[in-house]
């Protein structure tokens, strides 16, 4: 089983900065790859980035990169997500998964953590 906590939302101005953590605990093979997602209610879910763990490669959708950063920190079993010159079409709650290979589905989802960007 795998769990995972997500933590570090909330409301911030446009422009602003904020990270967001998730700490992952578990079985270790099935977390290979860990990625960030958001969803605003009425959407689909949204890719944002993902790492993978062991070699800490990054993949970013063009809807967030360079402003967004995902890096890793092994020591804490924790994923991060820098989100730089937010805007307020950055609200959404944001989601944290883990998957074990590249091809598989994402399968073990945090509880979310909302972020609020006020113009």
């Known amino acids: 089983q795998v769990q995972l906590v997500e933590s570090g939302g909330g409301l911030v101005q446009a422009g602003d900065s904020l990270r967001l953590s998730c700490t992952v605990s578990?079985?270790?093979?099935?977390?290979?790859?860990r990625g960030w997602f958001r969803q605003v209610p009425g959407k689909e879910r949204e890719f944002l980035a993902r790492i993978t763990w062991s070699s800490g490669i990054t993949v970013y959708s063009d809807s967030v990169m360079g402003r967004f950063t995902i890096s890793r920190d092994n020591a804490k079993n924790t994923i991060y997500l820098q989100m730089n010159s937010l805007k307020p079409e950055d609200t959404a709650v944001y989601y944290c998964a883990t998957k074990a290979t590249l091809a598989s589905t994402w399968n073990s989802w945090g509880q979310g953590t909302q972020v609020t960007v006020s113009s």
């Open positions: 578990g079985r270790a093979f099935s977390t290979y790859f």
